[in-house]
Each structure stands twice: as structure tokens, then as C-alpha cells.
Nanobody, 124 residues
């Protein structure tokens, strides 16, 4: 089993930056890829970004390219999401996810483990 705990959410203004962190514990040696998803009220869960556990091969969702950065801290067993130039439409609950295999990287159903989520609210 893998446990994931997100931290760093809160309320910011449009144009501000925020950093989220996801700490992984348990059988981390079985992790192949980690990802960030988000879900706004009344909407489907949306892919934000993904990174291989080794730190290579990073993917981003179209709506966040150029503004968000996913990174991995191997010493801390964390995956971070740096969010710049935040917009009100970025408001959502952000979830960290992990999977033990390759293949598709941007569909929520392909991930086995999930954190509890952290709220990010961007005011205009």
C-alpha cells in the first residue's frame, strides 16, 4: 500500500503563486508514476500534471502548461506542484495520485492511490 498526503492549499488572489506538496509513504518502491488532478464543483476530475517516480518524463494538462510545474524531491519522497499566475478558474480541490504501472498518465481511473485532497481557492 501507498499513502499520500497533500499539503499547501489555501486562498490566494488571481496572479499569485502557490506550492502544493504530496508526501508519499508506505511501499514507495512500487510507485511508477505520480500525478496531480483537480476537481471543481460540478465538474469532472481534471488532469493537471504527472511525473515518473524517477523524476523523468513530465506531462501537463493543456490548461496549466506554462504556468504549473511538477517536480520530485527524492530525498523527501515528495512530489510538488508549483502553481504560478493563478486564475479564478484554477479553483478546485487538488488531489495527488500514484500508480504502479506505466501506460496512460492522464486518466484518473488508471491511478491506484489517492490523497485526501487540498482546497485551492483563487479570488478575482
Amino acid at each position: 500500500q501507498v499513502q499520500l498526503v497533500e499539503s499547501g492549499g489555501g486562498l490566494v488572489q488571481a496572479g499569485d503563486s502557490m506550492r502544493l506538496s504530496c508526501a508519499a509513504s508506505g511501499r514507495t518502491s512500487t510507485i511508477f508514476r505520480m500525478a496531480w488532478f483537480r476537481q471543481a464543483p460540478g465538474k469532472e476530475r481534471e488532469f493537471v500534471g504527472a511525473i515518473r517516480w524517477t523524476g523523468s518524463t513530465i506531462y501537463y494538462g493543456d490548461s496549466v502548461k506554462g504556468r504549473f510545474t511538477v517536480s520530485r524531491d527524492s530525498a523527501q519522497n515528495t512530489v510538488d506542484l508549483q502553481m504560478n499566475s493563478l486564475k479564478p478558474e484554477d479553483t478546485a480541490v487538488y488531489y495527488c495520485a500514484a500508480k504502479g504501472t506505466g501506460g496512460t498518465y492522464n486518466t484518473a481511473v488508471s491511478y491506484n492511490y489517492w490523497g485526501q485532497g487540498t482546497q485551492v481557492t483563487v479570488s478575482s
